[in-house]
């Protein structure tokens, strides 16, 4: 997987999510936020929080 940081995180507003990319499909798989520890999928376009 491929690992982007600094995203703007939805939840917690800081610029502190790492976004997940498949290797082999380029798409966005997943998001992680290292300050309030939210984590997301993507459902689409969409940023779904698993632990909102
Ligand atoms: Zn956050």
Redesign the pocket.
Known sequence: MEKVGNHV??????V??NVYYSDQTDNRVGAW??????KAYYHGEELVQINS
Do not use: D
């Open positions: 995180c939805p939840r917690c507003g800081q502190a999510m936020c290292e300050y309030c520890n939210m």
